[in-house]
C-alpha cells in the first residue's frame, strides 16, 4: 500500500470537529485485482470514532470493506459491512438498449 496526499490536498490530513482532533489517511495499490483504495478515518474526543473504507479491484458500485468504531460514555458500537468481489471479471450487458434496460444491481 502506498500512501496519498489526496486527505491533505484537501485540508482534511488533521482537522477539528467539535471537541475532537480527527485524522484523514489514504492508501493506493498498484494491479488490477488487488486493494485499489483505502481510507482511515480516526477522531479522538469525547466520543472517539475509527473507520477504515477498502475498495478491492476492479472497482465496483460498493466499497468492499467499511468498518467503523464508536466508543462514548459507557457505549461501544461496532459497524462492520463486508461485499465479497466476484472472481471473475465483471462483464457488463452491451451498450445497445441501455435506456430501456432495467437496473443491474
Not at 9 to 23: C, I, P
Not at 30 to 42: D, F, H, I, M, R
Request: glycine share 8%.
Amino acid at each position: 500500500m502506498q500512501p496519498k496526499g489526496y486527505p491533505s490536498e484537501m485540508g482534511m490530513d488533521v482537522f477539528s470537529v467539535g471537541d475532537g482532533q480527527g485524522t484523514l489517511s489514504a492508501f493506493e495499490a498498484p494491479g488490477k485485482n488487488n486493494v485499489a483504495w483505502c481510507s482511515s478515518l480516526n477522531i479522538a474526543g469525547a466520543t472517539t470514532l475509527s473507520a477504515l473504507t477498502t475498495w478491492c479491484g476492479p472497482l465496483m458500485e460498493v466499497p468492499h470493506l467499511v468498518t467503523r468504531t464508536v466508543v462514548s460514555d459507557a457505549t461501544v458500537d461496532l459497524f462492520i459491512d463486508f461485499r465479497p468481489r466476484a472472481c471473475k471479471e465483471v462483464v457488463l450487458p452491451p451498450m445497445k438498449n441501455v435506456l430501456s434496460s432495467p437496473p443491474l444491481f
